[in-house]
């Protein structure tokens, strides 16, 4: 399936949603494509490679109705990624690296029903959008499922964070309780 867009699937900043992503083996192998590009790019440059594979991690989603699916897809991705960066650089990624992966894992790889566009809780499902610039800045959009469903995409943002420089984000989410999107009055924060 993924050869039909050999060359979307290998470029970084193509976004991926898969709407019923079980444990995240279709997920896995787009991210193997975009590691592959993101390893040739680095070289032996560790420090580019975080940068690289942060961007390929945020443009890859994922929704399913199983808790334990969920979990088991984003850590699928993380120790995909982990192994080969270990394997080629002989150390761990940054604590900066890894908090970000992981932060990113759990805004793009939700439990939620894509059908009805609503979390188990039933609220509504909120995608978050990461957008880097070319001076290391990120901006983050917040945006309601199913008005991209309805929209094909082509829908304005709940909200627009202000830019941040992209090593901060793990910064944000340590501060107060931990940074979530909705609360559980179903606010956006």
């Known amino acids: 399936m993924l ?20 444990n995240g083996a279709f997920l896995a192998e787009i991210l193997r494509r975009k590691l592959n590009t993101v390893f040739r790019m680095a070289g032996m440059n560790d420090a580019d490679c975080e940068y690289w594979a942060t961007r390929a991690f945020s443009t890859i989603y994922g929704i399913d109705i199983m808790a334990d699916n969920i979990a088991e897809a984003r850590e699928r991705l993380f120790n995909d990624f982990f192994a080969r960066f270990l394997n080629r650089y002989k150390h761990q990624p940054t604590h900066i690296c890894m908090d970000s992966i992981r932060f990113i894992l759990s805004q793009n790889i939700q439990q939620a029903d894509s ?10 499902l909120i995608m978050t959008s990461w ?14 499922y199913a008005d991209m469903v309805r929209s094909g995409c082509s829908c304005k943002p709940l909200r627009v964070l202000p830019k941040i420089p992209y090593m901060m984000l793990p910064a944000i989410f340590r501060s107060d309780e931990c940074w979530t999107w909705q609360t559980s009055h179903g606010r956006i924060i």
Do not use: H, Q, W
Request: proline fraction near 2%.
């Open 115 to 124: 059908l009805t566009c609503k979390t188990g809780g039933g609220t509504d």
């Open 131 to 144: 957008v880097f610039d070319e001076n290391d800045g990120l901006t983050i959009g917040l945006f309601r």
């Open 3 to 22: 050869d039909l867009v050999r060359k979307e699937a290998k470029r970084i900043d193509s976004t991926f949603l898969e709407p019923a992503c079980g």
